[in-house]
Each structure stands twice: as C-alpha cells, then as structure tokens.
C-alpha cells in the first residue's frame, strides 16, 4: 500500500514536473525562435517599426517645433493693430494727439495716424510730388501721417531722418520720401537740402526710406505731416487708419485699450484690427498636424500588427509538429499560448526600439537642417519598446490561441 502510495506520489511529481514552463524558459526559447530567422523577423516587424517610428517621430518634431515657435510664426504680425473707422461719415473720428495718447498705455512701442492725401482737385499738378528743375513729372501718392506712423511702420532709412514732433507741432513743409518715390525723382542724397513741390508748396526732403516692415505703400510715396497736410491742402481724407507697433504679447490688451485712449466717450466709433493670438494659433496648428501624424501612426501600427500576426500564424502551421509533440509530452494549452504571444511580443519589441532609433535619427536630422535644437520627451521613448510590445502581443493572440486548441495526435499527424 505504501509503495502503491509512493508510486503515485513519484507519478504525481513526474505529471506536475512535465506541465510546468517557467517564464526563463519561455522567453529563451521566444528569443531563439526570433533570432533564428532574422531576415523574416525584420519583414515581419517592418509595419511596427515605421509606426512606432512615426509615433515617435510625430512627438518629438511636434515638441522641437514648439520650443522654436519663435521662428515659425509671424512675430511681426503678433505685435500689430490697426485701429479704423467702424462708422464713416466723412468727419474725423480720431483726436489730435494720437500719438501722445497712445504712447501713453504700457505695451505700446510707436503709434500714429495716417492716410493717403485724395485728389480733390486742389494739387497741382494732382496729387503728385514733381522735381524743383525740369519738365519731367511723375505720378508719386502723397501720405499724410504722424511721426508715430512712420516708426510704427518700422522703416529703415536709406539716408537721412524721420521728421519728428517738432516739424509735426510747427506744419513745417517737410517731406520724407519712398525708395521708390526718390528714385521717380532723381534724388539719391538730402546733403545739399533738396525739395520737392507738392502743388506749388516745396517740401524739404530730411530723410529716404530704404526699406519698411509694413505699408510697403510708403515706399511709393512722399510722406508729409499731417498738420502741414492740413495747413498745406486741407483735403478730406476718407480712409484714415492707426498703425499701432506694441510689444509682443501685448497686442490682444492694446486692441481694447485703445479705442477707450481714443474715444472714451464713444469707443464704438473705432474698430480694432487685432492679430489672432499666436498661442491659439500655434496650439491649433500643431494640435491639427499632431492628429494627422497620429492618424498615420496607427495607420501603421495596425498594418505592423497584421502582419505580425500575419507571420506567427504561418510559423505556428510549419511548426506544428513541434507544437504537437509539446502538447503529447504533457504542455498545457496556457503554454502553448504563452509561448507563441512572447515570441510575437518579442517581435514587437525589437520592433519598437528599431522604430524608436529610426525616430531620433529622423528628429535629430530634421532639427539639424533647420538650425533647431532637438526635443523629445524621455517618456515617449520609453513608451515606445512597450508600444511595440504590446502590438506584438495583441498580434500573437489569435495564433496563439489556435495553435492551443489543436488536438495533440491531430497535429502529430500533419
């Protein structure tokens, strides 16, 4: 009775013995099954490989991207507001003192008046600057404004300067010329004072813009001030507008303060032409590309998978016979299962660490190019084996499951 009881005891030992897998050996065996054929694992895991590396590459140019933000938008535009008339009626909306009141709110670098002279018959020859000597005439726009105007403008001065509050405050007969305005003109230098007539008025030439940041308009025309505009021609000017320059960050608060600095009593005389906020902007944009890239990325992912799963069912059906004699040698269904889903895991996750490789290199070139500092979020690399690991694990699933489920002298006779 007792050797009966010991021999059951040996057999029950040897059953437990056979049915056991330790997880050691399930990933050896996983790793030597991966490794044996190493040109069909890399196909097998190409899917996964470009879509963790567009996962990868979709985050980290999304993150470098933002830390150059600067270079990417319109600074210029961010740091502009026109201030218009919402209600024209042929008067004047905008006070005296433009300049002064607006200079006066915090985030306001330059601000003024201007507006194009109009032909009202009164300039002769018509609204046309005409050279002192000569017979030549040449069709130049005549622009009133402010000093605050022209800085707002943000010009840079071929030679000479910008007229200034005092030629403003005095209606000195004063002029500062285009580039293109002083070429029309035959006048390259201001040294030996010379003028030109607007009408029968001469106009002192200080100062020739080369360039402008904005109202690239001004490069065509002779720019006068305005109270000498008034002294001079006293037209009425049906398109007034004031150019405001204000410091970054700044342009949303000013575009509300200034129709009050201007009209206290009736602020909704004037309209405020404000740049959309450039940190909704940036964050729409990048939110808009993120989600495509994201899109692609699973595009792949799934296709990564399909394949994986694709290749272990395949390698499941040459090896059945071994998965048979496993199976008639004492191995559970779960071991079987466990197996087939860590080699295709395995799978995955060299797939996933190539494709996270494949994405930095990517990201780092791309910032290099254009002279970016590159930025990828740690945890996204991290993330991104175990991305792989999991789609591979998702992929072996099926086949696993299958491959269990097959009787053991089933399989032996294939």
């Not at 030549?136 to 605050?148: F, H, M, S, V």
């Amino acid at each position: 009775m007792t050797t009966t009881n010991a021999n059951t005891a040996d057999a029950g030992a040897g059953a437990d013995l056979a049915s056991r897998l330790r997880w050691s050996d399930t990933i050896l065996e996983a790793l030597a099954a991966t490794t044996r054929r190493p040109a069909r694992t890399l196909l097998t895991a190409l899917g996964t490989i470009l879509g963790v590396a567009a996962f990868v590459t979709t985050t980290g140019l999304a993150a470098t991207a933002s830390a150059q933000v600067s270079e990417s938008f319109d600074a210029l535009k961010a740091t502009e507001v026109r201030i218009q008339d919402a209600s024209p009626d042929g008067t004047n909306p905008f006070p005296d003192n433009v300049d002064q009141r607006l200079q006066r709110l915090n985030g306001v670098n330059h601000a003024g008046l201007s507006y194009p002279v109009p032909d009202n018959g009164n300039l002769t020859p018509r609204n046309t600057a005409s050279r002192p000597l000569g017979n030549t005439t040449q069709q130049i726009p005549i622009i009133a404004a402010t000093p605050g105007a022209l800085h707002a403008a943000r010009p840079t001065l071929a030679t000479g300067v910008l007229f200034n509050q005092f030629h403003l405050d005095r209606a000195e007969p004063v002029a500062v010329l285009g580039r293109v305005a002083a070429t029309q003109l035959g006048i390259t230098r201001i040294d030996n004072q010379p003028a030109v007539f607007i009408g029968d008025t001469g106009y002192t030439v200080v100062g020739i813009i080369g360039d402008t940041a904005r109202n690239a308009d001004i490069l065509l025309a002779a720019i006068i001030p305005t109270t000498t505009e008034h002294l001079a021609i006293g037209s009425t000017p049906d398109s007034l507008e004031v150019l405001i320059d204000t410091a970054p960050g700044a342009a949303q608060l000013i575009g509300r303060q200034a129709l009050l600095a201007l009209r206290s009593q009736q602020p909704e005389r004037l309209a405020a032409l404000v740049p959309p906020d450039p940190t909704t902007l940036r964050d729409g944009v990048e939110s808009d590309v993120t989600s495509l890239y994201y899109a692609l990325a699973a595009l792949s992912l799934a296709v990564g998978t399909i394949a994986i799963a694709n290749a272990t069912l395949l390698s499941t059906i040459e090896r059945s016979p071994e998965i048979g004699l496993r199976r008639a040698l004492g191995a559970k269904r779960s071991h079987i299962t466990r197996q087939i889903i860590v080699e295709a895991s395995a799978t995955g996750t060299v797939a996933g660490i190539a494709g996270t490789a494949l994405a930095i290199i990517i990201v780092a070139a791309v910032a290099a190019s254009r002279g970016w500092t590159t930025t990828i979020d740690p945890s996204i690399i991290a993330a991104a084996p175990l991305i792989g690991l999991l789609t591979g694990a998702i992929a072996g699933a099926l086949p696993a499951m299958r491959a269990s489920r097959t009787p053991p002298a089933v399989t032996l006779r294939t």
